[in-house]
């Protein structure tokens, strides 16, 4: 994602991505304004759950899940590796310090799953559907 406003500032040697950045309408595929703060992290890591990790070169091999990658595993390799790799890809942001309270559920070959999400501007209930 490419913030827009702001600087990147540092503090100590890590950089603190500023967090204004575009509103996206998923729905209608349109960016509608810009958004900050709560919402911004919010929007931030409903995208990062739905890129694949790799899959694009304008994000680095940091960004985005490898969940695609569990297709046609076992149920209990898939609920290890899920736990795993959402914790691991939500918290590359630095306003994301945690992901709690994670609760997954397969059926067939869709898993579910409902996470809290601990950022420095609140938390909030993740949610994400792959198959698997």
């Known amino acids: 994602m490419i913030p827009i406003g702001g600087q990147v500032t540092t503090d100590s040697n890590e950089a603190q991505v500023p967090s204004?950045?575009?509103k996206l309408d998923f729905d209608r595929g349109k960016v509608v304004g810009k958004t900050d703060g709560f919402d911004a992290v919010k929007q931030a890591a409903y995208k990062i759950l739905q890129t694949d990790r790799?899959?694009?070169?304008?994000?680095?091999?940091?960004?985005?899940?490898?969940?695609?990658g569990l297709?046609?595993?076992?149920p209990l390799l898939v609920e290890s590796e899920l736990h795993r790799q959402i914790r691991e890809?939500?918290?590359?942001?630095?306003?994301?310090?945690?992901?709690?309270?994670m609760t997954i559920s397969i059926e067939g070959?869709?898993?579910?799953?409902?996470?809290?999400?601990?950022?420095?501007?609140?938390?909030?209930?993740?949610?994400?559907?792959t198959y698997v």
Request: proline share 0%.
């Open 20 to 22: 204004l950045t575009w």
């Open 54 to 68: 790799f899959a694009y070169l304008i994000y680095d091999a940091n960004y985005g899940s490898e969940m695609a």
């Open 71 to 74: 297709i046609g595993k076992s």
């Open 89 to 101: 890809a939500l918290i590359e942001d630095d306003r994301i310090h945690d992901v709690s309270d």
């Open 109 to 129: 070959d869709v898993a579910s799953v409902v996470f809290t999400v601990v950022s420095i501007f609140g938390n909030f209930e993740g949610e994400v559907t």
